[in-house]
C-alpha cells in the first residue's frame, strides 16, 4: 500500500527566511508526487507536481520541491518566505499503475511578520 | 471558467435522515473522486470513478454510496448517517489518473448530530 508522511504537523518561519515542509512517500513502482496547498475556508489548489525528469520541480507562487528517489523524500521549498504563504500544505503520491492519490496529514506553515 | 461544484456548503443534519451531496465538474473529466478531511488525518479518499457507470471503494468506504450515471455529475450518498461522519468532505476530477492533476471543489462541512 501506498503511503505518505509528512512529519511536522506546524512549522514556523519568520518572513523572508527560507522554508522547508517535508515529505516522505512509500510506493510501488515510480511514484507520481503532488503539492497541494489549502488556504482557510477553501478547496486544495495545486501548486506543483514530480512526473519525471528533472529533480527540482518548480510550481506556483515561488514553491518549488526537490525529488530524493534514494530519500523517498518530496520536500517543498520557497527561498523567501510570504505571510501570504501561512496555510495549510499537502504533500500527495500515486503509484503507477494506482488509481488512488493518497495524501499525507498536512502540514500548518505559519510566516510571522 | 474550469471548476468542481459543490452543493450544499454547509449542512446540518440529524442521526438516519439520508442525505445527498452533489458534486459537478465542467472539465469534461473523466476521473472524480470524494474525500473526507479530518484533522491529523489528512484527506482520506471515500470513492473514486473512473468513468461513467464505473466507480471502487477507496480507503474510507463504509457508510457512504456513489453513483456515476452522468460524466459530469458524482453525487456522494449517506443512506444513514451517524455522528462520525461529521468532517469536511470534498469532489476532485482531473482527466484522468496517473500524473494528471486533481482540481478540487470548495468543500461541504457536514455536522450529524
Known amino acids: 500500500a501506498q503511503s505518505v508522511a509528512q512529519p511536522e504537523d506546524q512549522v514556523n518561519v519568520a518572513e523572508g527566511n527560507p522554508l522547508t515542509v517535508k515529505c516522505t512517500y512509500s510506493?510501488?513502482?515510480?511514484?507520481?508526487l503532488f503539492w497541494y496547498v489549502q488556504y482557510p475556508n477553501r478547496g486544495l489548489q495545486f501548486l506543483l507536481k514530480?512526473?519525471?525528469?528533472?529533480?527540482l520541480v518548480k510550481g506556483s507562487y515561488g514553491f518549488e520541491a526537490e525529488f530524493n528517489k534514494s530519500q523517498t523524500s518530496f520536500h517543498l521549498k520557497k527561498p523567501s518566505a510570504l505571510v501570504s504563504d501561512s496555510a495549510l500544505y499537502f504533500c500527495a503520491v500515486r503509484g503507477a499503475p494506482a488509481r488512488q492519490l493518497t495524501f499525507g496529514s498536512g502540514t500548518q506553515l505559519t510566516v510571522l511578520p | 471558467e474550469a471548476q468542481v461544484t459543490q452543493n450544499p456548503r454547509y449542512l446540518i443534519t440529524v442521526t438516519g435522515k439520508k442525505l445527498t451531496v452533489t458534486c459537478s465538474q465542467n472539465?469534461?473529466?473523466?476521473?472524480m473522486s470524494w474525500y473526507r478531511q479530518d484533522p491529523g488525518l489528512g484527506l482520506r479518499q471515500i470513492y473514486y470513478s473512473m468513468n461513467v457507470e464505473v466507480t471502487d471503494k477507496g480507503d474510507v468506504p463504509e457508510g457512504y454510496k456513489v453513483s456515476r450515471k452522468e460524466k459530469r455529475n458524482f453525487p456522494l450518498i449517506l443512506e444513514s448517517p451517524s455522528p462520525n461522519q461529521t468532517s469536511l468532505y470534498f469532489c476532485?476530477?482531473?482527466?484522468?489518473?496517473?500524473?494528471?492533476?486533481?482540481?478540487f471543489g470548495p468543500g461541504t462541512r457536514l455536522l450529524v448530530l
Open positions: 514530480y512526473i519525471t525528469g528533472d529533480n
Open positions: 510506493v510501488s513502482g515510480n511514484p507520481y
Open positions: 472539465m469534461n473529466h473523466e476521473y
Open positions: 476532485a476530477s482531473s482527466q484522468r489518473t496517473g500524473s494528471e492533476t486533481q482540481y
